[in-house]
T-cell receptor, first 114, second 113 residues
Framework: NAGVTQTPKFRVLKTGQSMTLLCAQD?????MYWYRQDPGMGLRLIHY???????AKGEVPDGYNVSRLKKQNFLLGLESAAPSQTSVYFC?????????????FGPGTRLTVT | GENVEQHPSTLSVQEGDSAVIKCTYS??????FPWYKQELGKRPQLIID?????GEKKDQRIAVTLNKTAKHFSLHITETQPEDSAVYFC????????????FGSGTRLQVQP
């Protein structure tokens, strides 16, 4: 049981380049989230998904797109990277109901845009 | 939307002392309040959580208190140890709908041996 995994772990992009971050979970969770973490700030929600085939915007969605074609995978895309997107990106997943509220986080992807 | 404020931003204590971190939230609909510990370069890990129908919860050296009327909640760590050194984040969410977390800005706790 790997939990939540993310690929890649590190990436350096030039301004204007594109890339996709992959998040995978093997806990059969319905909900999945993408957060970004910047120095001195807490994690901020970029996009989320409440089930396969559904996505929605969070608090800081500009410049990002997401897809959830399979229940276990949640992809975060940067179409044209900007230096302001330099950050650590965390994926998380959770159940959708019941007392199991905990969000399980992946190990993070450190992205630098030059 | 929800706004969570966290204080202090840094906290240094001597080993064995207690540490208290405080958070306030703005959305009265929030009813789930977790605390995460994040070590350098690692993912956030849940250490304790509380729901709005409970005023206090303890787990060994860690306790969380919640005051719904004042919209604030606090993390208490007793008998601190050097391995408690990390960044601690509070968060708030509603346990229905999207269940997304709104995080505080974090507290860097340093426990001096």
């Amino acid at each position: 049981n790997a939990g939540v995994t993310q690929t890649p772990k590190f990436r350096v992009l030039k301004t204007g380049q594109s890339m996709t971050l992959l998040c995978a979970q093997d806990m059969n969770h319905e909900y999945m989230y993408w957060y970004r973490q910047d120095p001195g700030m807490g994690l901020r929600l970029i996009h989320y998904s409440v089930g396969e085939g559904t996505t929605a915007k969070g608090e800081v969605p500009d410049g990002y797109n997401v897809s959830r074609l399979k229940k276990q995978n949640f992809l975060l895309g940067l179409e044209s990277a900007a230096p302001s997107q330099t950050s650590v990106y965390f994926c998380a997943s959770s159940y959708s109901r019941g007392a199991a509220y905990e969000q399980y986080f992946g190990p993070g992807t450190r992205l630098t845009v030059t | 939307g929800e706004n969570v404020e966290q204080h202090p931003s840094t906290l240094s204590v001597q080993e064995g002392d207690s540490a208290v971190i405080k958070c306030t939230y703005s959305d009265s609909a929030s009813n789930y309040f977790p605390w995460y510990k994040q070590e350098l370069g690692k993912r956030p890990q849940l250490i304790i959580d509380i729901r709005s129908n409970v005023g206090e919860k303890k787990d060994q050296r860690i306790a969380v208190t919640l005051n719904k009327t004042a919209k604030h909640f606090s993390l208490h760590i007793t008998e601190t140890q050097p391995e408690d050194s990390a960044v601690y984040f509070c968060a708030a969410s509603v346990d229905t709908g999207r269940r997304a977390l709104t995080f505080g800005s974090g507290t860097r706790l340093q426990v001096q041996p």
